[in-house]
């Protein structure tokens, strides 16, 4: 079988080009699909706009597109006067989806270099205001969109988003060694619908196994990041285009999405510091603090 199997890694030397404007760019991705992915990104994109962060919302999920819906946005391309790609401005955050492209019943049918070449397009030739963060919903695994990203666009960092299932865990690894062998920083795990919070008396019941992604997150020497548990609250969020962040804050699901995406600001914050400290020489008083902090006194010396 192994002979089958080409023995190419993606192009991770090639030349990376960045988004005019954006900071920041966060991949929000999966092993697989139906997970929770997009989910986390648009509610994690509104939990930090709300505190005055400028903040965009990237569907790169080019088959089964969902943000347009999720955000409430009006399902049809806006354009300024030069005939730019603008994205739509909803709950504070500026986001566009191939849902805003094309009318809803029609699947996008493009193969391999036309879907790669769309995508580049989403990045480069859509008017983004300038941000801070520039979150990205992924589509699901580690195929074409992924390595064209991963490829051409500097990106900050990915959080990989499972559920407690041993199957969706075991496709989650594989993201997160696809993220790890092309040297992108995965900054954790995050397990929705690790339980269902009862109606009746508010205990979080587990409806699977517990301990799969922890295990995982150990294994890969990555931060578990968050637990969301079930909430049919976020369903009729998702189809409503109002982020259950924003319509309600007070659920245990929204409780745990606002406590993500303020690790995943630290996250990102801590990145650009590593980023900047890594270029200095070893030895320097300032990054010698900055890692032991990081490390609890372990830091390299
Ligand atoms: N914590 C949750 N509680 C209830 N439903 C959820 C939760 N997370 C996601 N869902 C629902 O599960 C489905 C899949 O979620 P979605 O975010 O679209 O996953 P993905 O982007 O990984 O395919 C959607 O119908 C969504 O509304
Ligand atoms: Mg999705």
């Known amino acids: ?67 347009q819906r999720m955000m409430g946005t009006k399902g049809e391309l806006q ?71 991963l490829e051409q666009i500097p990106i900050s960092g990915a959080i990989v988003v499972t559920t407690p299932q041993e199957l969706a865990v075991a496709d989650a690894e594989r993201a997160i060694v696809m993220f790890h062998d092309l040297g992108l920083p995965v900054f954790g795990l995050v397990e929705n ?21 922890s295990r995982l997150a150990r294994k890969r020497h990555i931060a578990m990041l968050a637990g969301i548990p079930l909430d049919p609250k976020a369903q009729e969020c998702a189809d409503n285009g109002t982020p259950l962040v924003l319509s309600a804050p007070d659920s245990e699901a929204a409780k745990s999405l606002l406590r993500l995406s303020e690790d995943v600001s630290i996250a990102l914050e801590r990145e650009d510091t590593a980023q900047v400290l890594r270029q200095q020489d070893i030895g320097n008083p300032e990054a010698t603090e900055f890692w032991d902090n990081l490390l609890g006194g372990d830091g390299p010396s």
């Open 1 to 67: 079988m192994n002979d089958i199997i080409p023995d190419l890694k993606p192009d991770a030397g090639g030349e990376l080009r960045p988004i005019k404007g954006v900071a920041n760019i966060l991949l929000v991705a999966s092993g697989k699909g139906g997970v929770g992915k997009s989910t986390v990104a648009v509610n994690i994109a509104c939990a930090m706009a709300e505190t005055g962060k400028r903040i965009g919302l990237l569907d790169a999920d080019l088959y089964g597109p969902s943000i």
């Open 79 to 149: 354009q300024d006067e030069a005939g730019n790609a603008l994205p739509e401005q909803t709950h504070g955050v500026w986001s566009l989806s191939m849902g805003n492209l094309t009318p809803p019943e029609s699947p996008v049918t493009w193969k391999g270099a036309l879907v790669a070449q769309a995508l580049l397009q989403l990045f480069h030739e859509v008017k983004w205001p300038d941000l801070d963060l520039l979150v990205v919903d992924l589509p699901p695994g580690t195929g074409d969109i992924q390595l064209t990203i």
């Open 193 to 213: 619908m690790d339980g269902y919070i009862c109606p009746c008396c508010g205990e979080n019941q587990a409806l699977y196994p517990s301990g799969t992604a």
